[in-house]
């Protein structure tokens, strides 16, 4: 409960969406995490975590604005 309310506080989505949303965070989190740790995903899986900062730093400067 405690993350999808940090998702909400975003204010970026509908308060429902939350919801929704955050188990699907946590696994892109956690793929991310164990594909880090293959040397053959090795490459995919830094892109892959970079666009998860990418999206987090535009979720964090949208909350700003």
């Known amino acids: ?3 999808i309310k940090a998702i909400n506080s ?3 989505l509908p308060i429902p969406m939350g ?3 955050a188990p699907v965070v946590i696994a892109a989190e956690l ?3 164990i594909a880090l740790l293959r040397r053959s995903w ?3 899986a830094a892109m892959q975590a ?3 900062m990418a ?3 535009i979720g964090l400067v949208g909350n700003r604005v």
């Open 10 to 12: 975003y204010r970026l």
């Open 55 to 57: 999206i987090f730093t």
């Open 19 to 21: 919801e929704y949303i």
């Open 42 to 44: 090795r490459r995919q």
């Open 1 to 3: 409960r405690g993350f």
């Open 31 to 33: 793929v991310t995490a």
């Open 50 to 52: 970079g666009l998860l």
